[in-house]
């Protein structure tokens, strides 16, 4: 009586090998393709573990320090509405922009003032606060291009009031200065110390 193996080695495929052999390739294959796969499983876990970690930490860890000469926030259409940075007269700022680009409010500091103004939509400042490098300071609200005033100053620790009429001639200025005031005098800018 033959038995299993004695047939298996004495049956032959077309091309001529046993279906011994041909199991025992088989085998091997697969034995193979077994290693293959359970390095590509150990490659992958440790790669996720890489990638998890690092994007854990780098989510949770800030910088210390962020260093740019400016920084731009733009709105939906990527037109810049506010700035962080130097403008072209060297004052670090922030600088709020309308919609057409035009700034319409600062944060400013320089080597002559630490300031903020509001300007109209024609680019005037409207609007003016400052601490100035002479140790004085002021608020001023200007009219329409500007025409007409109110400006409250600190200088010399002497403090006084202002109000402008739309001609800048001064109406109203206390404490009074004793001198009537006959000739026009220039509404202060906002820049000026």
């Known amino acids: 009586m033959k038995t299993l193996n004695d047939i298996a080695n004495s049956t032959t495929s077309a091309e001529g090998e046993s279906i011994a052999a041909r199991l025992d390739s088989l085998e091997s294959r697969v034995a193979n393709l077994r290693r293959i796969n359970r390095s590509l499983v150990v490659a992958l876990c440790a790669i996720g573990t890489l990638a998890t970690v690092g994007l854990t930490t780098t989510a949770t860890r800030s910088p210390e320090v962020l260093r740019a000469k400016r920084i731009q926030m733009v709105d939906d259409n990527e037109r810049v509405r506010a700035e962080l940075g130097i ?5 670090a700022g922030l600088f709020v922009l309308d919609g057409g680009g035009l700034i319409r409010a600062t944060l400013v500091h320089d080597e002559v003032q630490t300031a903020m103004y509001l300007m109209d939509e024609a680019g005037v400042v409207r609007l003016g606060a400052a601490q100035f490098s002479h140790g004085g300071g002021g608020i ?3 009219g329409p ?3 007409g005033a109110a400006v409250l100053m600190l200088k010399d620790s ?3 009031l202002t109000f402008y ?3 800048g001639e001064v109406v109203l200025r206390t404490p009074d200065s004793g001198t009537p005031s006959t000739q026009k005098t220039a509404i202060p ?3 000026a110390d």
């Not at 403008?87 to 004052?91: H, K, L, N, R, T």
Request: no cysteine; charged share 35%.
């Open 165 to 167: 009429d739309k001609d």
């Open 140 to 142: 001023a609200m200007h």
């Open 87 to 91: 403008d072209e007269q060297g004052s």
């Open 189 to 191: 800018s906002p820049q």
């Open 145 to 147: 291009e500007l025409k």
């Open 158 to 160: 002497i403090g006084s």
